[in-house]
Structure formats: structure tokens, C-alpha cells
């Protein structure tokens, strides 16, 4: 009787550990970027939005396929869409499906009315388009981020050492085998700085990229990787690469082989002196494996708060912030008066309707600034990326000979 107990208790305890642990997986993925140009927009409740949403829902109910890569299409041309979500190779099933089901809605909310989309994240991105994007390389958009805190030692044998183990981090993920992730992390200790030990490195493509391309298109990331910096990374929609002085990926994904079955007890052994010991050995066990999950996810906490926090944005292209001005006209019905909210120091406010629905503030500047073309877009870009719940939100910009419109 009492060792059913204790049996009944160890079945208890693996069972707690088991819904511990994706508790801990399960959080909100950690947004990095998104583009979804204006060049090509469709209509609320058309045939192009239907589809879109069904290769949405598609990709969601896929994600817990364990390759963490699911590709789909819906509908006939002119209105077909394409549709791909890619999990980091290293993470857990539930840590995809959360990202993946995650993005499908927030795709839709940053890209309502777009036909082209991709928006990534630390843990997936997910994209869309209504041309073909299977198994060919699409290099933009691209995104670089870095480390605001540079490497003070030795910098140009940390940039060699950068560069050799990203180039092998890169033949490692291009050449797996046929139908596998083509994903691939490394690490090696540095012995020449002071304020950091070792290196890790990460490399990834889209699996449906045969291996010549994956490689072509990890060589080119690489060309453009910021280095000198305590960690850097670039993306684009089939392949991306990633390096920092910690441990960013997870180490123990690969999970390890089941431990051998205890012998039973000896016959005529005593049950009533065996189950003691079984409880003196398990609780240690059980109490030891919290407090490791509970330290990974602080330190894996830890480490997102720090790159996110210093962390510097340089991108290749801003038209997923441009709007035409015939879209801008259209909304605020010619910036007619009706619509005209009022009239500051730096220019009038109109209110305004967009093609799907969406209400916006149309603000036109005053003219005679002074100030150049590509002036105002990098201030509209830096301003769009700031995020605050006091702040309103910046959907773009507008130009049109000396029109500046926000």
C-alpha cells in the first residue's frame, strides 16, 4: 500500500512538471520588425482577403508540425496568395505553435490591407505574398540589428572570429540533408578579451531552399552582418543570421535519453524500508529540476531585456512607411474642410478614412522647412519605430513634390 503511494505521488509530481514546463515555453513572441509595402493593397471583403485569411488560418492550424516549417496557397490567380511560416530551429513544437498563432493575427493587424507581408520575431516570421515565394531566395526586405555596446578588446580578432565561425555556422545549415531543418548554431571559447568568454553563433534558411541557395543567401546576410559589436544579426525572408557573447539559442534541445527503469525490490525485501529511501532520492530530483527551469527562464529573460534594450536598427528599405498621395487624398475626401480637425504650428490635421476601414490623422506640414527628402523619411522611420502607450502611433508618411504629410 504505501509504495502505490509513493508511486502515486511520482506519477503526481512528472505530471506537474509536464505543465510546468510549457508555462514557462508559453510567452508572447518577441516582436522585432515587419514590412508590408503600399505599392499593392486589396479591399475590404474581396476575394484576395478571403484567401489571405484561409492560407492564415492554414499556417496556424500547422504549427505544430515538427519541423517547424509549414508552406501553403489558396485560391486561383489573380487573387492567389502564398503563404510560410519558419521556426528557429532549436526551439520546443508548443514555442512555434505560440509564435506562429501569435503572428497570424498580428500580421493582419500591422498589414490590414497589404497583398505582400512578412514580420518577424526571435522565435519565427511568418509571410504572405501574391507571388510565389516557395523555394526561391527573396532578399528583401533586409534587416540588420546590433548591440549598442561594441567589443573594446581586441576588435579585429573578434571580427575574424566572427566572420570564420558564421561561415561555418553557414556550410553547417546548408548542407543538411535533404528534407531536414537547415539550421545550425555554434560555439567556441574566445581567449582574447577580458570581458567575455566565448562566442555563439546562429544560421538558418528556409528548408524548401535546396542547399546552393540556402548557401548564396547565408554568404550574402553575412557580407552585410555589423561586426565589432557585442552582437549583431540580419534578416530577410529566406534566411537569417545571428551572433552574441551568450547564449541566446537553446543549448539542450536535443532531449536526452530516458533514464534506466530502478531494479525492482529483492524478494522478502522489505517494502516499508525501500519507499523512504525512493522519497529521500526523488524530492532532491524534483526540487533540483524546478529550480533549473525556473533559473532558465529567468536568465532567458534576462538576456531578451538586454538585447532589446541595446539594441540599433539599420534598414535596407522603407517603403513598407511610404504612402501615396492619391491613398492620402482619397482618405480625407481632398483635405476638405469637413474633415479638417484643426491647425497647429507645424501644419493642418485632417481626419481620414483609409480603403479597409481604418480611421487616421492626416497631418500636413507647413511648407518651407528646408529640410531634404531623405531627411524627412529617416525621421519618420525613426519616429515610427518608437513605441509608447502615451505616444500615438506613426502608419507612415507621404510625399508629393513640397507636400509633407503624416
Known amino acids: 500500500m504505501q509504495i502505490s503511494t509513493v508511486s502515486t505521488n511520482l506519477l503526481l509530481l512528472v505530471i506537474v512538471l509536464s505543465l510546468l514546463s510549457p508555462a514557462i515555453e508559453a510567452q508572447q513572441p518577441t516582436y522585432r520588425f515587419h514590412s508590408c509595402p503600399n505599392t499593392t493593397t486589396f479591399t475590404v471583403n474581396s476575394t484576395y482577403q478571403a484567401n489571405r485569411n484561409t492560407v492564415l488560418s492554414s499556417l ?74 516557395f523555394s526561391v531566395v527573396t532578399e528583401e526586405p533586409e534587416v540588420r540589428l546590433r548591440n549598442t555596446q561594441n567589443v573594446t578588446d581586441n576588435q579585429d580578432l573578434f571580427n575574424q572570429q566572427v566572420l570564420a565561425m558564421m561561415n ?18 555554434r560555439e567556441e571559447d574566445v581567449n582574447f578579451s577580458s570581458t567575455f568568454e566565448a562566442l555563439y553563433t546562429l544560421g538558418q534558411c528556409t528548408p524548401d531552399l535546396i542547399s546552393m541557395d540556402c548557401n548564396r543567401c547565408l554568404r550574402m546576410v553575412i557580407s552585410t552582418l555589423p561586426t565589432g559589436w557585442q552582437g549583431a544579426r540580419v ?25 534506466p527503469t530502478p531494479s525492482p525490490p529483492a524478494p522478502g525485501g522489505n517494502g516499508r524500508r525501500s519507499w523512504p529511501i525512493i522519497v529521500a532520492i ?39 512607411l511610404q504612402y501615396d498621395y492619391a ?11 469637413a474633415n479638417k480637425l484643426g491647425k497647429g504650428g507645424f501644419g493642418e490635421v485632417y481626419k481620414g478614412i483609409l480603403s479597409n476601414q481604418q480611421e487616421i490623422a492626416v497631418k500636413k506640414l507647413s ?3 528646408g529640410q531634404g527628402d531623405e531627411e524627412f523619411k529617416n525621421e519618420a522611420v525613426l519616429v515610427a519605430k518608437l513605441q509608447h502607450r502615451n505616444l500615438v502611433r506613426l502608419l507612415g508618411f507621404c510625399l508629393k513634390r513640397e507636400e509633407r504629410i503624416l
Not at 557573447?245 to 543549448?251: A, D, E, G, L
Request: charged fraction near 20%.
Open 60 to 133: 496556424s492550424s500547422n504549427s505544430t508540425r515538427g519541423d517547424g516549417f509549414y508552406n501553403t496557397t489558396a485560391g486561383r490567380s489573380p487573387d492567389m496568395v502564398y503563404g510560410l511560416f519558419l521556426c528557429r530551429g532549436d526551439l520546443s513544437t508548443s514555442v512555434c505553435q505560440a509564435c506562429v498563432t501569435f503572428a497570424t493575427t498580428d500580421i493582419s493587424q500591422r498589414c490590414p490591407n497589404q497583398t505582400t507581408a512578412v514580420v518577424w520575431y526571435d522565435e519565427c516570421l511568418l509571410r504572405y505574398s501574391n507571388q510565389n515565394i
Open 168 to 185: 561555418d555556422t553557414a556550410n553547417q545549415a546548408a548542407n543538411t540533408p535533404e528534407g531536414a531543418k537547415k539550421f545550425a548554431t
Open 235 to 259: 534578416l530577410n525572408p529566406s534566411c537569417n543570421v545571428r551572433y552574441e557573447i551568450y547564449p541566446f539559442y537553446n543549448q539542450t534541445g536535443v532531449a536526452s535519453p530516458p533514464s
Open 282 to 320: 526523488v524530492v532532491p530530483i524534483a526540487a533540483s529540476i524546478l529550480l533549473l527551469l525556473l533559473m532558465c527562464w529567468l536568465l532567458k529573460r534576462r538576456a531578451k531585456k538586454k538585447y532589446d534594450t541595446n539594441v540599433g536598427y539599420d534598414i535596407t528599405t522603407i517603403d513598407s
Open 327 to 337: 491613398t492620402i487624398e482619397a482618405a480625407t475626401d481632398k483635405f476638405s474642410d
Open 367 to 369: 511648407r518651407g522647412s
